[in-house]
C-alpha cells in the first residue's frame, strides 16, 4: 500500500529555515521521479520543486530557486526539502508526491499523482 508521511513543517520567522522529510513506502522508491507540492489556504495546489530517480537532477518553480534544494535518499526511501530564507509567501500545506511524468516535465505541466500524504504545515510569519 503505497504511504507519503511527510514530516519537519512548523512556524518559523520570515528568513528562517526548516527542513522538510517525506518517508515513502509500498512501492519502489528508487524507480520514480518524486516531487513536492504545496497548497496555500483558498489556494490550488503548486508545484515546487521535483527530482530524477537517481537523485541528480533536480527542478524548481522560480519563487523558490536559490532558496530550496531538493534532495533524496534512495536507500532510506525519503525525500527531503530544505527551505533557506523563508518568506510569508511559503505559508502551506507541503505534501511529497510520486511523479505521473518524468520530472523534467514539471515546470510546464501537471506531472505529479493525486496521491498525497497528510502533508505538513509550514507557517512564516513574524
Known amino acids: 500500500q503505497l504511504q507519503l508521511v511527510e514530516s519537519g513543517g512548523g512556524l518559523v520567522q520570515p528568513g528562517g529555515s526548516l527542513r522538510l522529510s517525506c518517508a515513502a513506502s509500498?512501492?519502489?522508491?528508487?524507480?520514480?521521479?518524486m516531487s513536492w507540492v504545496r497548497q496555500a489556504p483558498g489556494k490550488g495546489p503548486e508545484w515546487v520543486s521535483g527530482i530524477n530517480r537517481g537523485g541528480d537532477s533536480t527542478y524548481y518553480t522560480d519563487s523558490v530557486k536559490g532558496r530550496f534544494t531538493i534532495s533524496r535518499d534512495n536507500a532510506k526511501s525519503t525525500l527531503y526539502l530544505v527551505m533557506n530564507s523563508l518568506k510569508p509567501e511559503d505559508t502551506a500545506l507541503y505534501y511529497c508526491?510520486?511523479?505521473?511524468?518524468?520530472?523534467?516535465?514539471?515546470?510546464?505541466?501537471?506531472?505529479?499523482?493525486?496521491?498525497w500524504g497528510q502533508g505538513t504545515q509550514v507557517t512564516v510569519s513574524s
Open positions: 508526491t510520486r511523479n505521473a511524468l518524468p520530472v523534467e516535465f514539471c515546470p510546464v505541466t501537471s506531472c505529479y499523482e493525486s496521491h
Open positions: 509500498g512501492f519502489t522508491f528508487d524507480s520514480v521521479d
